[in-house]
């Protein structure tokens, strides 16, 4: 087997993040990934939603 590209890694993040990862899937990643480019995916995910979330708020009231 070969290490999960990058559409392979996008999914899972955000998979994990709404919680819906498979079984099959959550094992491919804990086999063949690497623990750093989920956690930097994951990091990366969370400051684009903070950034959207603000942005979102800050359109809604008008600043």
């Known amino acids: 087997m070969s290490k ?21 899937n959550r094992q491919r990643d804990l086999k063949e990934g690497y623990l750093s480019v989920y956690l930097i995916g994951g990091v990366i995910f969370t400051v684009l939603f903070v950034i ?7 359109s809604i009231l008008g600043n």
Do not use: F, N
């Open 52 to 58: 959207g979330l603000v942005y979102l708020v800050s």
């Open 4 to 24: 999960p590209t990058i559409t392979q890694v996008i999914r899972s993040v955000l998979a994990a993040v709404i919680g819906i990862q498979s079984d099959a």
